[in-house]
């Protein structure tokens, strides 16, 4: 089973504060994403990248900035947090072959911001 | 504009009973419509996909059909369980020659005892 981790399930992080959020995938996937997820709202791409080093602006990259050093490894950075950012952040992987391919995702991040 | 709007926002059944969720859609040019399952406070999992050519498919009590003419989705449940309270997501792909997928807000499922 693929299986896609990420770092922590629950953060709170005061406004200004750097964060980092970690997800790890275990099948050698070449394509991993960052969403975040808010009520009412559709999943909101915002960052993935396609290999290691390489790095795709989502729908809303502003204030986000991704790092992916090791193919398993794809770490979402908000440089300065704000109440805003507050959200569900989930991390997803799939093989090569988008928009075929079938992304498998992470169980989620929830940060608060304060 | 791309777009995927769900339909109902929330559903409450009763247990055994069978329901139907919509999704609608201007994705284009059209690739492919998953639906997802994501339980509460977990990441979503990928119920069924369906590309351009496919008009239905089955996972189980779950069955998703496609009209690619009136891009419309319907995710019919049968027979529901406890365990089918859930948000389902539509998520639909185009074919862009790089990546673009939209996700709906999904449709969150309350199944009562």
């Known amino acids: 089973d693929v299986k896609v981790t990420q770092s922590s399930r629950y953060l709170v992080k005061r406004t200004g504060e750097k964060v980092f959020l970690e997800c790890v995938q275990d099948m050698d996937h070449e394509n991993m994403f960052w969403y975040r997820q808010d009520p009412g709202l559709g999943l909101r791409l915002i960052y993935f990248s396609y290999d290691v080093k390489m790095k795709e602006k989502g729908d809303i990259p502003e204030g986000y900035s991704v790092s992916r050093e090791k193919k398993e490894r794809f770490s979402l950075i908000l440089e300065s947090a704000s109440t805003n950012q507050t959200s569900m952040y989930l991390c997803?992987?799939?093989?090569?072959?988008?928009?075929?391919?079938?992304?498998?995702f992470g169980p989620g991040t929830r940060l608060t911001v304060t | 504009k791309n777009q995927v709007e769900q339909s109902p926002q929330s559903l409450i059944i009763l247990e055994g009973k069978n329901c139907t969720l919509q999704c609608n859609y201007t994705v284009s040019p059209f690739s492919n419509l998953r639906w997802y399952k994501q339980d509460t406070g977990r990441g979503p999992v990928s119920l069924t996909i369906?590309?351009?050519?496919?008009n239905t498919k089955s996972n189980g009590r779950y069955t998703a059909t496609l009209d690619a003419d009136t891009k419309q989705s319907s995710l019919h449940i049968t027979a529901s369980q406890l365990s089918d309270s859930a948000s389902y997501i539509c998520v639909v792909s185009a074919n862009t020659g790089g990546f673009k997928t939209i996700f709906g807000a999904g449709t969150r499922l309350f199944v009562k005892a």
């Open positions: 997803a992987s799939s093989p090569l072959g988008q928009p075929l391919s079938e992304q498998y």
């Open positions: 369906m590309t351009f050519s496919e």
